[in-house]
């Protein structure tokens, strides 16, 4: 792609962007929410007294409406070793990993949403259905989702998830910190309240990283010496210890900087003057266009 082919896409953009604007003007009212309050809440996992007994599993579709099926499934070992990810049939999930350095041993690991300080859902989503509340939890709103998925390519995690089965109004699910009923009312999470041991700590953010250093310190033979969440894309409200490696254990390297979606600042400069998804889609798919041809360059 050369470079005269890019500024004809812009000027072509720019013109169809104006245009549009032009035609049906309207305020917006789609910026994005992010509050990263200095008391947001958080969850500690630490994974090092998880048993892999599932209760939080069980707690969490409880709480959601979701299908629990039966309950002696839930004794079934070898499903923890499919390496699951969260989807519409499951908020969280349990994942056992086997410890490179000791073959005796295993990671029990929960995996739902991180509730990211800067959540890339939320700089992704064009018309403001995602939004980090003051209690650290990032939501959903299904009355403003327009079914884009754009948080589902934004997350680095890979979290939301879309109920591709539902023909009418399909909904992006992953974990809402159960906001709705329970820490926006001083509860406790539905699957903090539900494990027997204690692996999961509901806490001021600051309050559990003082603690995940504390037990670092205190047992140092115990623990990798890294709490993944502390920095990760800048920070995020569920935080892990764990006495292996994170790499080891599927947690992607995501570097310490926010990971805002590439293409936000036209997203939202755009929703002041409200545009068509239509004329959007053509818009942000010729910026990934010109993003590729960049790299493309940058290769070779
Ligand atoms: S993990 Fe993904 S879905 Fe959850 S807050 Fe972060 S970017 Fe959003
Ligand atoms: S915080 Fe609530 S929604 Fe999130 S995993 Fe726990 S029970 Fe499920
Ligand atoms: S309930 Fe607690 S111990 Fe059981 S699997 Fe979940 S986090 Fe681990």
Redesign the pocket.
């Known amino acids: 792609m050369n470079t005269q082919s890019r500024r004809e896409f812009l000027k072509t953009a720019g013109l169809l962007g104006a245009g549009i604007a032009g035609i049906k003007p309207k305020e917006a009212a789609a910026s994005p929410v992010n509050i990263v309050s200095d008391d947001r809440m958080g ?1 500690l996992v630490d994974s090092t007294v998880c048993i892999g007994c599932r209760q ?2 069980i ?3 409880e ?2 409406g979701l299908p629990v099926g039966s309950l002696d499934d839930y004794m079934d070992r070898t499903l923890l070793a499919e390496m699951r990810r ?1 989807d519409t049939t499951a ?2 999930v349990i994942n056992e990993y086997p410890n490179p350095k000791n073959p005796d041993q295993h990671t029990d690991l ?1 995996v ?2 991180m509730h990211c300080d800067h959540p890339a859902c939320v700089s992704a989503c064009i018309v403001g259905a995602f939004s980090k509340q003051e209690n650290g939890a990032v939501i959903w709103d299904e009355s403003r989702c327009i079914g884009c998925r754009y948080c589902m390519v934004a997350c680095p995690f890979q979290v939301p998830a879309f109920e591709f089965d539902k023909a009418l109004e399909p909904k992006i699910m ?6 709705d009923n ?2 926006s009312k001083g509860k406790l ?4 309240e ?1 494990c027997p041991q204690n692996a ?1 700590i509901f806490g001021k953010r600051y309050e559990l990283l003082q603690l995940a250093h504390q037990k670092i310190q205190d047992r140092p033979q115990s623990y990798f010496d890294h709490i993944y969440g502390e920095h990760e894309v800048g920070g995020t409200s569920w935080l892990y210890l764990s006495n292996q490696d994170f790499a080891s254990l599927d947690f992607p390297d995501v570097g310490t900087e926010p990971m805002p979606g590439a293409t936000e600042p036209l997203q939202h400069a755009l929703f002041k003057f409200f545009i068509p998804p239509v004329a959007l889609y053509g818009l942000l798919g010729g910026i990934m266009w010109l993003g590729k041809g960049n790299k493309a360059e940058e290769e070779e």
């Open positions: 969850v939080c599993e707690a969490c579709k709480e959601h969260p908020l969280t929960k739902q949403c992953k974990c809402d910190l159960c906001y329970r820490t999470p539905a699957c903090v539900a999961l």
